[in-house]
């Protein structure tokens, strides 16, 4: 019955009608960087910097101490009513054959997705979700998409990494940077499950260090092919696919002047090429209903209409992948959140200890909403974010890694949580949440470590700033020309000076009754970019690679803010519409906000202190005892 409806949905005449290209090349990413084994990471100038003009990204104004209101307020509404009914109609059956079909337990137990269960996600048409219906898939937009994950996500993440690694980065190139040909060849089989997919970058010697890749491409003399030669671990799919987007080392001419150098480019490597094979499965800790296997590229002779973008552009096409695919793990992860969430409050609300049910101790009532501020701090910006893809947004790379540390961080501690409040049973096989937390400890590591994404956020977020101090001095050169501007930054700054407010605000965009955590997000905003203008002016270019200690804090309050801000905008909404949970969700918002905006303050004061340049002296010395001792450094208490 399941397959017959989808069959019926995918043939609907308003699925045509919302078939566009519902995906967004994120063209002005200022730079991307891979961190080296060394302390200053190469800086890649792989987009257009575009960093001087205006940006309408929230994320990338808060560096510069300014409020950009248009991609936050209101909360998005992505949909059409068309679009709205269809996504209504599919959530039923996919919620459906999760509940009723998929057994995350056993696919768990055998190390695979049952095939009963992929051959059912392939009638569905779960293999193509946002493939145009013209080229055989269901068109959804990213809104849509994020709906159709969340769900996956609350029921087994071993099958979410089967799809996501499929789609949401395994042909996501294609659809991106693939040309009329490639994508009419690729995609129908790829949409329908066919073909499956997989994303190949990391190499043994080279994880977040993509720049220093081994596999090459060469192209032929007669320029017909490249022939590939080459190894890819811990890829996801990698014994399913047929279809590889593969990065390799390819020597490029300079046209300007006329050196060789070598540069990544991106391939559509088809398994049928020959020279392609993959190592047996590995055994991971969690999601090991997820094929993962070592690919092997030998003598491969990869066509050369086979080139996806540019030659030369790969590092491109491998950021805006996965710049675009961030949002879903955030969607993914919310559903995850919501899954365990249930199973801890049940318990707590039927569990009687004490003569009371435990829901009634503060301890529980704690975690509970603590549990229920990271789900909608997550969920908020899983869907702000997709809503602005939808809308045509082209800055929202920040953003986009921002919900991807968030999402990853959230779900461990809520799910960590879940198993506290039920305690001996959470810790059960037969719960269900140890599988859930077993599975989730990869999503803080792989498509961009934590570690690495927070120095991408505060890097990108400073060199925005950086350029407009730079447009400041300009300015100052001509100060006639530029008066308007000059008069404004010079009362921002006497203002500041003086400890009033530098007249940004809030009103008009945040409901009424939010306006003290709306004012909050303000002042944390002023005072966030303050510090950071200090903190440029103090290290200048020196913070690139000298000073990770400072950007992860950084990091750390611009992913407290862009929280503030989408649960600021989405608990307005709902205030403004009446919504039943409004009252619920100014709750949510107001505690969140007040400990995020006491977060923020202490990184800053603490940035700020002579404290933190010891503290950070102290980490190094400490470290590099331990690396040079091969471990713990002080002797065991009792001496031996």
């Not at 491409?217 to 279809?243: D, F, H, R």
């Not at 059960?428 to 859930?436: F, H, P, S, Y």
């Not at 300015?475 to 000059?486: C, D, H, M, Q, T």
Request: hydrophobic content about 40%; some cysteine.
């Amino acid at each position: 019955k399941i397959s017959k409806l989808f069959g019926y949905l995918r043939g609907r005449k308003s699925l045509r009608l919302q078939n566009k290209r519902n995906l967004c090349l994120t063209d002005k990413t200022s730079f991307g960087f891979i961190l080296t084994q060394h302390t200053k990471p190469t800086l890649l100038q792989c987009y257009k910097n575009t960093a001087n003009k205006e940006s309408k990204s929230f994320a990338v104004n808060m560096f510069k101490g300014q409020i950009a209101t248009s991609q936050v307020f209101p909360f998005p509404k992505a949909l059409n009513e068309e679009q709205e009914q269809f996504l209504r109609e599919l959530v039923g059956p996919v919620s459906k054959f999760f509940e009723e079909v998929n057994d995350p337990a056993k696919n768990d137990a055998l190390e695979k997705v049952e095939d009963h269960t992929m051959e059912g996600l392939k009638e569905m048409g779960a293999f193509g979700l946002q493939v145009p219906g013209d080229l055989g898939g269901l068109g959804l937009s990213n809104t849509q998409y994020a709906r159709l994950v969340e769900i996956v996500g609350s029921h087994d993440l071993g099958v979410g990494i089967t799809l996501g690694a499929h789609q949401s980065i395994g042909f996501k190139g294609i659809l991106l940077f693939g040309n009329k040909a490639q994508k009419e060849k690729y995609l129908p089989k790829l949409a329908t499950g066919e073909n499956i997919a997989a994303f190949c970058l990391t190499e043994p010697a080279s994880g977040s260090d993509a720049a220093s890749i081994k596999t090459t491409a060469v192209l032929s003399p007669c320029g017909q092919y490249y022939t590939m030669n080459g190894s890819k671990i811990w890829i996801s799919n990698g014994g399913l696919a047929e279809i590889f987007t593969v990065f390799a080392k390819t020597p490029v001419k300079d046209p300007n002047t006329g050196e060789v150098k070598d540069k990544i480019t991106a391939f559509i490597v088809e398994r049928s090429f020959g020279g392609v094979s993959h190592g047996p499965p590995e055994k991971k800790m969690g999601i090991k209903a997820s094929n993962t296997a070592e690919v092997y590229f030998d003598n491969v002779r990869v066509p050369a209409d086979c080139v996806l973008g540019e030659v030369g552009g790969g590092f491109k096409v491998a950021m805006n992948i996965l710049n675009n695919g961030r949002f879903g793990m955030a969607a993914a992860l919310s559903g995850t959140m919501k899954g365990v969430i249930s199973k801890a409050v049940d318990h707590a609300a039927n569990r009687t200890q004490f003569g009371n049910k435990i829901h009634t101790y503060g301890a529980i009532q704690e975690k509970v909403a603590r549990m229920a501020m990271l789900h909608y701090v997550t969920e908020s910006m899983a869907y702000m974010i997709s809503g602005n893809m939808d809308s045509g947004a082209a800055e929202f790379q920040i953003e986009a890694a921002i919900s991807k540390i968030f999402a990853s961080e959230a779900a461990w501690t809520v799910t960590d949580e879940s198993i506290q409040v039920m305690g001996g049973m959470g810790f059960m096989k037969d719960c269900g949440v140890e599988r859930v937390m077993r599975d989730l400890r990869i999503f803080r590591i792989f498509e961009g470590t934590n570690d690495i994404l927070r120095l991408f956020v505060a890097l990108n977020g400073f060199q925005n700033a950086g350029n407009h101090l730079k447009s400041l001095q300009k300015a100052l050169k001509n100060p006639i020309g530029n008066a308007g501007l000059l008069a404004g930054e010079i009362t921002k700054r006497a203002k500041r000076f003086a400890g009033f407010s530098s007249g940004l605000t809030l009103q008009g965009s945040v409901h009424p009754e939010l306006a003290q955590s709306g004012d909050l997000t303000v002042k944390a905003i002023e005072e966030f970019g303050a510090v950071i203008e200090e903190l440029l002016v103090k290290h200048g270019k020196k913070i690139i690679g000298n000073e990770q200690f400072v950007l992860k804090r950084v990091a750390d309050c611009a992913i407290d803010l862009y929280a503030m801000v989408v649960v600021l905008s989405r608990a307005s909404r709902s205030l403004s519409q009446g919504a039943a949970s409004a009252q619920h969700e100014k709750m949510l918002c107001e505690t969140w906000c007040l400990e995020a905006y006491d977060r923020i303050l202490h990184d800053i004061k603490f940035l700020r202190s002579g404290q933190s340049k010891q503290t950070f002296k102290n980490m190094r010395a400490i470290s590099a005892a331990m690396v040079e001792n091969g471990g713990v450094v002080s002797p065991h208490p009792l001496g031996f």
